[in-house]
């Protein structure tokens, strides 16, 4: 299982970013996807949520109404649409999957929201 996050940046406040996250090495229609988050000094945060199919998504407050997790089965590739992005969202991004009783995490990738 691989699982590989890209976009992260920085950007200003109210900007946008879209994270991707690349997933191989496993059947990833069958399976849910998570993006989480930890910010510097902070335990990692559940951000976004999204069934195997798409149909249901959760969000955490945080991220309600600004951020919206996506998926395309076809192309094996979870996705976390970001807009009016705050300097409280600056944190690593990461990818999150669950086959059985095993977390799959990818690397990460860094978004810093600052002027």
């Known amino acids: 299982v691989q699982l590989v996050e890209s976009g992260g940046g920085l950007v200003q406040p109210g900007g946008s970013l879209k994270l991707s996250c690349a997933a191989s090495?496993?059947?990833?229609?069958?399976?849910?996807m998570r993006w989480y988050r930890q910010a510097p000094g902070k335990g990692r945060e559940l951000v976004a949520y999204?069934?195997?199919?798409?149909?249901?998504?959760n969000y955490a407050d945080s991220a309600k109404g600004r951020f919206t997790i996506s998926r395309d089965n076809a192309k094996n590739t979870a996705y976390l649409q970001m807009n009016n992005l705050k300097p409280e969202d600056t944190a690593v991004y990461y990818c999150?999957?669950?086959?059985?009783?095993?977390?799959?995490w990818g690397q990460g990738t860094q978004v810093t929201v600052s002027s």
């Open positions: 999204i069934s195997s199919a798409g149909g249901r998504t």
């Open positions: 090495g496993f059947t990833f229609s069958s399976y849910a």
């Open positions: 999150n999957t669950v086959r059985g009783s095993v977390e799959y």
